[in-house]
């Protein structure tokens, strides 16, 4: 036999650490805003900046579930900066992992915290990542957020397709302006 009769008494210790759980509902853990997420670091729904995207597929060569496809947005073609492709998340496939927000260049492809989404229709868990997400308050999901194919893409996103090209498009003007003025200034 070895040891010592102080060992039993080593547990004594743990009684004045703090424990590594929650006490729910008495701590919450809370983002920088102060919004309650149900755990610290939660990587919830996908959410995308479709202007700073830049369509280059990162996200989905680095999805090790082959979650995420592309759906094409001819209207971006000439306007925003890379292909006017944009990922498409399948969440019967996606693990919430984050690999795709680790390698995207642009930082446009985040998760949200939001999280809480049920359905009887397996094809509404194949979601084009869409500003709106970020926009919503609270946990819930609703359909109204979720963006499912190109033509509900067109539906709900529209203006804002249409503001970021007319912005691109102003944006283009003054920049050919401020050459030709620069040419007159180079002349004289």
Known sequence: MGG????????????????????LPYEKHTDMLGTELPTERYRGYHTNNIETCIGCGFCGRICMNEAIT???????KGVVKGLPKRPVID???CCFCGLCTDVC?????????????VDEDKHTFK?????????????KIKKEYL????????????????DIIKRKEEEKKKKAEAKKDDKKDEKK
């Open 4 to 23: 010592s009769i102080f060992k039993p008494f080593h547990a004594l210790v743990h009684l004045e650490r703090r424990p590594h759980t929650v006490r």
């Open 70 to 76: 592309y759906v094409d947005i001819p209207e971006l």
């Open 91 to 93: 969440y019967g496939r």
């Open 105 to 117: 260049p642009t930082k446009s492809l985040k998760l949200v915290e939001k999280y809480d989404y």
């Open 127 to 139: 979601v084009i990542a869409s500003p709106l997400l970020h926009e919503n308050e609270g946990f």
């Open 147 to 162: 963006v499912f194919d190109i033509d509900d893409l067109h539906n709900k996103l529209g203006d804002y397709i249409q």
